[in-house]
Each structure stands twice: as structure tokens, then as C-alpha cells.
């Protein structure tokens, strides 16, 4: 979907083609791609181009990316849903130099209530490989729970990793949104 999203310090919109050179630069890093299950390492600018070109504006809901854009810098990350044979997947990157400021938990709770204000699903995943303490944290704030482990393929490693596999049920979601938002409608 052709969708934006403004949070306080962020804006989710649609990917493009010009975003190429920040993804690139951003993903070319072992500290991210590390903990992504698709994406290779080293990772090229054409690499992020031939993402970029898959992506299409009149996808559903659970087939929505959004790049992360921080006012005053540009793209830093992404956030976004995609199938898998289990349904829809929420996942998501951000730039290293960003980390430990909140932007994730801030973009994926937008992501997030978008998701479900917007479509009748019951449900997301998710998962982390088991080192990745910061992204359960997230989950776990936005009340995904833990559901069980499965061995995902991590392509920068070239090898499969414990993954924790999570999973966000509507009520769940409900019940951990802010006060001040409920408040709001
Ligand atoms: C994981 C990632 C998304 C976190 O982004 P971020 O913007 O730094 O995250 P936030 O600052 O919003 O929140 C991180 C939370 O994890 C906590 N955290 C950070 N390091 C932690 C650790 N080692 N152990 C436990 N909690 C930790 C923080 O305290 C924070 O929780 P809080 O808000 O309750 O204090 C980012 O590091 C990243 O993109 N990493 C590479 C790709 C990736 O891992 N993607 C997710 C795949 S599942």
C-alpha cells in the first residue's frame, strides 16, 4: 500500500529507487545483516536496487515496507510486513549509528497499530535469531510473545541460527498500546 506514517521524530513512507545508496550503506554492515534472516553480506548497491525494484505500491497490508526516515537525515531503516508459509511477518532494520535512541520501538509501534487499525488480521509474527536482546525487547513492549524456537537460514552468516519465533495477537496488542493513545479515540 502507498501509505505514510508521522510519529514524533519519524516519518514511514514508501520505498524508492533512490533510497538505493542509504540502504546500501546501512546494510553493508555486519552488525545488521547479522541479524536479518535475507539479507546477504557484503551487500551491494545493486543488491538494494533489485530489493528496491520488487517493491510495489498496490501490495496488501501484509505485503507493506516502509522506509524509516528521521527528519534532518534521511532514510535510517525499515519496517515491514511480508508473507511467509506461516502468514504475516513484521520485520525490521535500522542504521547502527540510530541505535539505542528508541526510533525502533517508535517505527514498529506505528508499523504495528497501522497493521492492525487496517486490516481484520488476528495476528503477526516475528522472531529474533536468539542473540538479538534489543529486537525481543522491542517485540516484547509491543506485546508479542514467545511461541516457540525453529532454525532460520541467516544468509550473512551462511548458516541457520536459533530463532525465537514471536508472535503479536490483536488483544495483545490492544492491551499493551499507551494509555494516552487509547484516551485519544
Ligand atoms: C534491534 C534494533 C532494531 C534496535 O533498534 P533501536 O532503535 O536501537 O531500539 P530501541 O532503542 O527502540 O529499543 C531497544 C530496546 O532494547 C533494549 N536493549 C538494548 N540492548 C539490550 C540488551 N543487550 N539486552 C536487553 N535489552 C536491550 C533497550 O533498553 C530498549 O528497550 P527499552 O526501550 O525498554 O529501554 C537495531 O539494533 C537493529 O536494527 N539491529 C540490526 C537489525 C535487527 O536486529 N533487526 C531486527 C531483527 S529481529
Not at 131 to 155: D, H
Request: aromatic share 10%.
Amino acid at each position: 500500500m502507498d501509505v505514510s506514517i508521522r510519529t514524533p521524530r519519524l516519518t514511514l513512507r514508501q520505498p524508492l529507487l533512490d533510497d538505493a545508496a542509504r540502504v546500501a550503506r546501512f546494510l553493508d554492515n555486519f552488525a545488521v545483516s547479522g541479524n536479518l534472516a535475507r539479507v546477504p553480506y557484503p551487500y551491494r548497491l545493486s543488491d538494494a536496487k533489485a530489493w528496491l525494484r520488487t517493491w510495489r505500491p498496490d501490495r496488501p497490508a501484509s505485503e507493506t515496507a516502509f522506509m524509516i526516515d528521521l527528519e534532518g537525515e534521511g532514510a535510517i531503516g525499515n519496517v515491514g510486513f511480508h508473507r511467509d508459509i506461516e502468514g504475516t511477518v513484521l520485520g525490521y532494520w535500522l542504521a547502527q549509528p540510530f541505535w539505542n535512541r528508541g526510533l525502533m520501538s517508535e517505527a514498529v509501534r506505528a508499523a504495528v497499530d497501522w497493521y492492525f487499525e487496517n486490516t481484520a488480521a488476528m495476528s503477526v509474527g516475528s522472531g529474533v535469531f536468539h542473540f538479538n536482546k534489543a529486537s525481543l525487547a522491542i517485540q516484547k513492549k509491543m506485546g508479542f510473545a514467545e511461541i516457540g524456537t525453529s532454525m532460520r537460514l541467516c544468509l550473512a552468516r551462511g548458516e541457520e541460527v536459533r530463532h525465537i519465533d514471536t508472535e503479536l495477537t490483536r488483544a495483545a496488542w490492544l492491551a499493551h498500546r499507551p494509555v494516552a493513545q487509547e484516551s485519544t479515540k
